[in-house]
């Protein structure tokens, strides 16, 4: 916790930002900064509070909101009536997921497929932190089906990485987006 106060009003701004999961470009957009400086802040973050990675900084931004420790615990309040399920202090995760066939444009074998549903997955994998893989439509040429899903803590956030990636794959010009399916469940769903 004393690493916490030795950070600088921009660097504790930076580690919410972190938090909240923007990228470094929509940092640097809401901040007016270069991405360079950002990452400067990153770096400066990670050396202060001994992180290994982005998840670690998420980590330490919500240990420094709920004064936990280790943020990744579960905290299980008993139950108030026999029969009934402990109440917990959070709502569980949210798993979400999209499937999205796609009819690609000037494709005439299953090589020139790949090279253009490759670089997709891979660009969705990067840019937006989700798995992604092609599952449908393998031998076909022209036509193809990705899954991506996620993780979230918070619905909201799931929702708005799905309406990302529909967004970013409707504007590639190689493809036309067919048609999307999607599905938002929570842990605690029976």
Known sequence: ????????????ATLDAVA?????????????????????????LRRKLGAGSR???????????????RPWTRRILPARAAGRRPERDDQGMWIGWVELYLLLGDVHSLKQKRSVVRPLVTDLRRTFMV???ETGSL?????????????AADS??????LDKVEDYVARRPELDLLSARRRIANSDDE
């Not at 998840?55 to 420790?69: E, F, K």
């Not at 031998?139 to 993780?151: E, F, I, K, N, Q």
């Open 1 to 12: 916790m004393e690493q916490v106060a030795q950070l600088t009003r921009r660097e504790s």
């Open 20 to 44: 909240r999961r923007l990228t470094n470009g929509e940092i640097a957009s809401e901040f007016h900064v270069s991405v360079r400086t950002v990452e400067s802040h990153i770096a400066s």
């Open 55 to 69: 998840m670690d900084l998420i980590a330490a931004a919500q240990s420094q909101r709920t004064g936990s420790r």
């Open 131 to 133: 798995s992604a893989a």
């Open 139 to 151: 031998d076909l040429h022209r036509r193809a089906g990705l899954g991506v899903s996620l993780v």
């Open 156 to 161: 909201q956030h799931v929702i708005d990485v």
